[in-house]
């Protein structure tokens, strides 16, 4: 996510408790987010045809879950908030199912065996709202004057489909989405195709690279819509919204070269699609690096857009196993930003650290250690974003930069379409540069207040 205006090892571990006997936990217990996704069972893929009309703000929703048993499963849970259930079947028998807040509860006829494969179809209606965040933000299924803006994190996909719906938990995805025509629905990954019957329009989208579900989007609106293929095969898709288009376009005919300067720092780009969704959406705040497509809320400038294209290495393809490790996305896409900065002509990563070190100690800069936000609230401020920068500079200068760039493309490439902890990046880096880091990343990302010494 852009950035909105600007010990260690005990604050590392992701947190799940396993569930208890037959039935599956309600959450997949973050500490920040305790009812965010559910135990059980792992996702393998969705398959979601939703038809939105943006005039009365109706959706209707049907999704086909693929998933696999982790335990023997007599009851298990979906996050979906509002919206009207109509029916759930799982491996086409009914199944009984409740509401309890957040949660929509399912019982199927026959217990799960654990390890056993099985299929969930729940369709649903109803006006999707968006999700009120701990920092008073909006995310999930947000209207606008044309359509919907739909960027989920960190909670927001339960507002327009069931999901199992923490990181921990990526699969792929196929979206048929239907609208009036003259709009376009915008989702992660190729355009399969689309085709207009009876003044309605079907987009039919794939991603094939596994996904959390807060990254996943279908965002509608009445858009401008360019299609090209990169030099090196990339897919580019992007959709603006006319009353942004001109002060989009410069911007994002960079994209091509940002993302062959990214895959040159970072390694290989993860996925075979990209491009952008620019909305015109002033109540949201913030862009978000949608997987493979970042959708904004204006026309970015290019720094936002570096910051979004470095999320699918950091963030995207490399995921959190737990929130209070947003460091690991924001802070290396913030950090993106300064190299990017740095190799075409601006100031360098240590003039950007030093501006930043000369912040007063009461500053909110150092308000809080980036590995431990503390709760909710707080992930999407400013020590996330700059302090965890100032970390990977100091990461930088301990170990110079050819082991630090193989650093990065090593994280990057040996969690490709996995996970990542804070732990695990801190051991890589001491395991490529043979030092004890321990007490550089205890300074910069564990403690509060700032560092005595730059």
């Known amino acids: 996510m852009a950035a909105v205006p600007v010990a260690v090892a005990a604050l590392l ?246 993302l062959a300067w990214e895959s040159g720092v970072f390694g290989p780009y993860p996925f075979r699609a990209a491009g952008a969704i620019v909305d015109r959406a002033p109540q949201v705040g913030y862009a978000l690096e949608t997987q493979t497509r970042p959708v904004y809320d204006s026309a970015p400038d290019l720094s936002t857009l570096v910051h979004e294209s470095a999320h699918q290495w950091f963030g995207d393809s490399v995921s959190l196993t737990a929130w209070q490790d947003i460091w690991l996305n924001e802070g290396f896409a913030t950090y993106a930003e300064w190299l990017y900065a740095e190799q075409h002509g601006g100031k360098t990563a240590q003039q950007t650290f030093d501006s930043l070190y000369a912040s007063p100690a009461g500053s909110g800069l150092w308000a809080f250690p980036p590995a431990n936000p503390g709760s909710g609230a707080h992930i999407f401020d400013t020590p996330v974003y700059a302090r965890g920068a100032m970390a990977l500079q100091k990461l930088r200068t301990a170990v110079g930069d050819g082991v630090f760039f193989r650093i990065l493309r090593t994280w990057a490439t040996e969690h490709r379409g996995g996970h990542g902890t804070t732990a695990q990046f801190i051991h890589l880096s001491e395991r490529l540069s043979g030092k004890d880091l321990g007490a550089l990343f205890h300074t910069w990302i564990g403690t509060a207040g700032k560092p005595t010494a730059p």
């Open 13 to 258: 571990v992701a947190a799940g408790p396993a569930a208890a006997g037959t039935v599956g936990s309600s959450g997949a217990g973050d500490a920040y987010f305790p009812l965010s996704g559910n135990g059980g069972y792992d996702v393998r893929h969705y398959d979601l045809t939703l038809g939105y009309d943006p005039q009365s703000r109706h959706l209707d929703g049907k999704a086909v879950i693929t998933a696999r048993a982790t335990q023997r499963l007599t009851r298990f849970d979906l996050d979906l908030k509002g919206l009207k259930v109509t029916g759930v079947t799982v491996d086409h028998a009914k199944a009984s199912y409740r509401r309890d807040g957040q949660e929509l509860v399912v019982t199927p006829r026959h217990s799960l065996r654990r390890n056993q494969e099985f299929r969930v179809t729940v369709t649903y209606s109803g006006t999707p709202k968006p999700a009120t965040d701990p920092d008073g933000s909006s995310d999930g299924w947000i209207p606008t004057d044309d359509g919907a803006f739909v960027a989920g994190e960190p909670q927001g996909a339960m507002t327009w489909f069931p999901a199992d719906s923490h990181p921990r938990d990526k699969a792929s995805y196929d979206f048929t989405i239907t609208v009036p025509e003259g709009h376009t629905a915008v989702a992660n990954g190729i355009l399969r195709g689309q085709s207009t019957s009876h003044g309605r329009t079907t987009f039919r989208w794939r991603q094939s690279e596994p996904m959390a579900a807060y990254l996943a989007t279908a965002t509608v609106g009445k858009f401008k819509v360019e299609q090209y293929t990169t030099r090196d095969g990339l897919k580019v898709y992007n959709a603006v919204d006319p009353r942004e288009a001109t002060a989009a376009a410069p911007v994002l005919k960079k994209l091509p070269s940002v």
